[in-house]
């Protein structure tokens, strides 16, 4: 693989062009990880490609090696692996809150504590997740409670 970079003072919007002999998984993962820089990330519904916004993200979570994202009313599939998701959208106001899960801070509604240490998390659209204990710690600090 070779990566050229041109930078041009006159350049107005950054292009970028992908040349290959064919589209490959790793390809389109490349593209995936593009995308996500402008903010929306490709998912896949009932054999449909959708760009979701991350803004309208509620949580993502990795079940049997597959990554689902969800909205207030929809599920998506993703190509991308949770971590790779994980690098992109911390920055963006997600936190990880147990080994299968990211929750977008912004999209929770209360916390309510639960057993062994655990935080039960009601989303805005009503939908309950757990945080679980080894992440319950830092999850605390980032939202600024004991």
Do not use: W
């Not at 449909?48 to 909205?71: C, H, S, W």
């Not at 963006?92 to 062994?116: E, M």
């Amino acid at each position: 693989m070779k990566i050229q970079i041109d930078v041009d003072p006159a350049y107005d919007d950054i292009h970028i062009k992908i040349e290959c002999g064919k589209l490959t998984p790793e390809i389109d993962r490349m593209i995936s990880l593009i995308r996500m820089l402008d903010m929306q990330i490709p998912a896949k519904k009932n054999g449909e490609t959708y760009l979701i916004d991350v803004a309208k993200l509620l949580y993502v979570e990795a079940v049997e090696r597959t990554t689902f994202l969800y909205t207030e009313d929809n599920v998506y599939e993703s190509d991308l692996k949770l971590y790779e998701l994980e690098q992109q959208l911390t920055e963006r106001g997600f936190l990880r809150i147990s080994k299968q899960t990211l929750v977008h801070l912004k999209k929770i509604k209360s916390l309510k504590a639960d057993l062994n240490r655990k935080i039960r998390v009601t989303l805005c659209n009503g939908e309950q997740i757990m945080v679980s204990r080894m992440y319950a710690d830092e999850f605390r600090k980032r939202i600024g409670i004991k």
